[in-house]
């Protein structure tokens, strides 16, 4: 069982940076991909970024790469977002997910197997 907490979200202006974070309880964090999604108004959750259990491979949504960078710490049972060069349409609530058994390369929410309570993001423009 983890247990997922997300952090480090608010209110940015476009062109601005934020870091996510999102600890996990639970002593086999290390052996779980990680990921994070987004949901906006109105539209399904889509994902964003992932990393692998030893942090050594990652893969991103097109539209955030070069912006995003995904990162864990396994020390500390966290996983970051730092993103940058913020735009409104990044806004969303964004979710950290944890997937037991599955590759980097994992976009579908439903293949993760434990899911944070979110955190707003809000770029203004």
């Known amino acids: 069982q983890v247990q997922l907490v997300e952090s480090g979200g608010g209110l940015v202006q476009a062109g601005g940076s934020l870091r996510l974070s999102c600890a996990a309880s639970?002593?086999?964090?290390?052996?779980?991909?990680m990921g994070w999604f987004r949901r906006a108004p109105g539209e399904e959750r889509q994902f964003v970024a992932s990393i692998s259990w030893t942090g050594g491979s990652t893969y991103y949504k097109d539209s955030v790469k070069g912006r995003f960078t995904i990162s864990r710490d396994n020390a500390k049972n966290t996983v970051y977002l730092q993103m940058n060069s913020l735009k409104p349409e990044d806004t969303a609530v964004y979710y950290c997910?944890?997937?037991?058994?599955?590759?980097?390369?994992?976009?579908?929410?439903?293949?993760?197997?434990?899911w944070g309570q979110g955190t707003q993001v809000t770029v203004s423009s």
């Open positions: 639970g002593r086999t964090f290390s052996m779980y991909t």
């Open positions: 997910a944890a997937g037991s058994g599955i590759g980097v390369v994992t976009t579908t929410p439903s293949r993760y197997d434990y």
